[in-house]
Nanobody, 123 residues
Framework: QVQLVESGGGLVQAGGSLRLSCAASADTSRPGTMGWFRQAPGKEREFVAGINRSGYTNYADSVKGRFTISRDNAKNTVYLQMNSLKHEDTAVYSC?????????????????WGQGTQVTVSS
């Protein structure tokens, strides 16, 4: 089992920045790929960014050039640096982990999920 705990959400003005963190605690399993997803009210959950254990990353087109995902394997922690935030980035952001290392953007392929953290961008 892998438990994921997110932190770093909050309220920010458009154009501002936030950094989300996700700490993974595991008994016997170490996460392969870790990712961030988000869900806005009335919308489906969407992929934001992913990173595997080797550091390879992938991003949704809507956040490329603005968001950066990184990972500290020693601490089993993944980060999402969000810059140039827009009102449409407002959502609940959830960390996810899968035991395999393939970079997958579909939520059904992730094995473990955090509880989510709210990010609100005021326009």
């Amino acid at each position: 089992q892998v438990q994921l705990v997110e932190s770093g959400g909050g309220l920010v003005q458009a154009g501002g920045s936030l950094r989300l963190s996700c700490a993974a605690s595991a008994d016997t399993s170490r996460p392969g790929t870790m990712g961030w997803f988000r869900q806005a009210p009335g919308k489906e959950r969407e992929f934001v960014a992913g990173i595997n254990r080797s550091g390879y990353t992938n991003y949704a087109d809507s956040v490329k050039g603005r968001f950066t995902i990184s990972r500290d394997n020693a601490k089993n922690t993944v980060y999402l640096q969000m810059n140039s935030l827009k009102h449409e980035d407002t959502a609940v952001y959830s960390c996810a982990a899968r035991l395999l290392s393939g970079l997958i953007s579909l939520p059904q392929f992730y094995d473990f999920w955090g509880q989510g953290t709210q990010v609100t961008v005021s326009s």
